[in-house]
């Protein structure tokens, strides 16, 4: 038995059971058992013990969890959760070098504060910050708020290691072309992944190339197009295993970047009273160098004059808008960000004429940001018996040029719903988070994949992608085919069969997830 194998602990009560069964999505998927282990050797044990099972004909999933917080279902499994928060080991920060080492159950927020201490930041500044850890966030490619300048996880990653389906831990980082040889010499499982894989991109390059979504951040599938760099000098297999969701193999470590605190910001907030508006206050926020660029509507501003009052005050500038954008700009020097905002402000103000507040006070500002992390929060705060915040259509990303036309589509389409929503983003880069506050009823669960249908192919005809950085999971997985077609999903395929030959690693995300599962388990 599994639980004479590890020296952690293996949970299978109904109440365990129960807890695990959900995170922040809107499915519920009860696990087979949940597994506790103390430390990387007990993870080792567990995927031996499920890849000898199926090799003599078992049928055994496991999948890996940290905080809780994926909006997609990524740790839900009707096999053994592995609870990663044992896998918590926490290095000092090198300050030279800018990097921290952490174990993958590690919490976003002890990160912060170590990193803090050293006026450093780890620049996927999620809104999830004080309750999601490092491991989720490498699974999902998790960004934020800063993702405009720094980019998500991907780009804020130094090196990985990895439990792979052999039960043995690999270290990943970038190779050149002397350092790939030998990887590709090596006679091991290691070098057959390095020998696959290395195949499979020459053998499809085109295939792969031409279906490389054109949006600056993209969680849908996997990240083949991201393992050469431009010049094709440096491979990195280590960025595969960002965005997979743990369906390849469970990541044990990873070194992290840090970058500097700004000392100085500047935030401008730009009325919105007309969708046609959008697109072009957006580009003028951006091309002046704004840091964040970041949105919020009607609808959740006014739930934070309900819940949040004081902030709501402070962020009276949006009272009666329709929606508001805001720029935050960052320098060394006061004067810097206060030149870079008020060009911005003056194009927007005599150009595309529109309104613009100059936040003079840090408290001002926080509010506004408080307002944008928490419009997830407050609508969750209007749960009842009747009705249910439910995130499923919270993760699209157009194109910028897009991006008005794109919201008033959206909206035009919810008007054959029965729903309340509020949405907010990460604007910048033309991401959207809107979440609808669903009627709990036996035919709600038929109308979310209608919607999540209707939705993603609203998306696709403006040349986007249907996951930014909540990922596939039991929700878009099935619609994958929809974003790439069937050949590259083919190739997604494959990519799950050299890594995971038996199966074993999050089943039904990335590859063979469909819609009946998905409709069965949502939770109303």
């Not at 049928?59 to 969890?65: T, V």
Request: charged share 20%.
């Amino acid at each position: 038995m599994l639980s004479n194998l590890i020296k952690g602990e293996i949970l299978s009560s109904a109440a365990a059971r129960e807890a695990y069964s959900k995170d922040a999505s809107i499915f519920q998927v009860y696990p087979l058992a949940v597994a506790v282990p103390k430390d990387i050797d007990d993870v080792s044990r567990i995927i031996n013990y499920a890849t000898t099972a199926n090799k003599h004909g078992g049928n055994l999933g496991i999948a890996a969890r940290n905080g809780g917080t994926c909006m997609s279902g990524g740790p839900l499994t009707e096999g053994i959760v592995i609870d990663t928060r044992h896998l918590n080991r926490i290095s000092d920060v090198d300050t030279f070098h800018k990097t921290i080492l952490v174990q993958a159950g590690v919490m976003h927020r002890d990160v912060e504060k170590a990193a803090s201490a050293q006026g450093l930041i780890f620049a996927p500044y999620t809104s999830s910050k004080d309750l999601c850890g490092i491991g989720g966030m490498i699974g999902n490619n998790a960004s934020g708020e800063l993702s405009l300048v720094y980019g998500p996880t991907s780009n804020n990653i130094e090196s990985l290691k990895v439990l792979l389906s052999d039960g043995k831990e690999y270290e990943f980082i970038p190779l050149n072309r002397r350092q790939l040889k030998q990887k590709l010499e090596l006679m091991t499982f290691e070098g057959d992944i390095y020998r696959k894989m290395t195949a499979l991109l020459r053998d499809n390059r085109q295939l792969i190339k031409t279906h490389h979504p054109r949006v600056t951040k993209n969680a849908a599938g996997y990240a083949l197009w991201e393992l050469w760099d431009q010049q094709e000098h440096m491979f990195n297999l280590g960025r595969l295993f960002i965005g997979a969701q743990a369906s390849l193999g469970i990541v044990t470590e990873a070194s992290l970047k840090l970058i500097d605190k700004s000392p100085h910001q500047q935030m401008i907030v730009c009325a919105i009273d007309s969708i046609s508006q959008l697109t072009d206050v957006v580009r003028t926020i951006v091309h002046h160098g704004a840091s964040i660029c970041e949105t919020f509507d009607h609808h959740t501003y006014e739930l934070a004059q309900q819940q949040y009052p004081a902030d709501a005050d402070n962020a009276n500038f949006a009272n009666g808008k329709h929606m508001v954008v805001y720029g935050i700009f960052e320098g060394d020097t006061k004067e810097q960000v206060e030149v870079l905002a008020g060009q911005a402000k003056n194009v927007i103000e005599q150009s595309l004429h529109a309104s613009v507040f100059w936040v003079e006070s840090d408290d001002i500002k926080s509010s506004y940001q408080a307002i944008r992390r928490y419009s997830y929060k407050m609508l969750k705060e209007m749960n009842s018996d009747i009705k249910k915040a439910m995130p499923f259509i919270e993760d699209t990303i157009v194109p910028l040029e897009h991006y008005g036309e794109f919201v008033s589509a959206l909206e035009a389409l919810l008007e054959d719903y029965d729903m309340t929503y509020t949405y907010a983003g990460h604007i910048g880069e033309g991401s959207i988070r809107l979440i609808p506050l669903v009627t709990k009823k036996p035919e709600t669960a038929d109308a979310i994949i209608e919607l999540e249908s209707r939705v993603n192919n609203l998306v696709l005809a403006f040349r986007g992608s249907i996951s930014v950085d909540h990922n596939d999971g039991i929700i878009r997985t099935p619609y994958l085919e929809q974003q790439y077609g069937s050949e590259m999903v083919q190739v997604f395929q494959q990519v799950k069969n050299i890594f995971d030959p038996y199966n074993i690693f999050n089943r039904g995300k990335k590859v063979n997830g469909t819609l009946e599962f998905a409709r069965a388990h949502i939770d109303l």
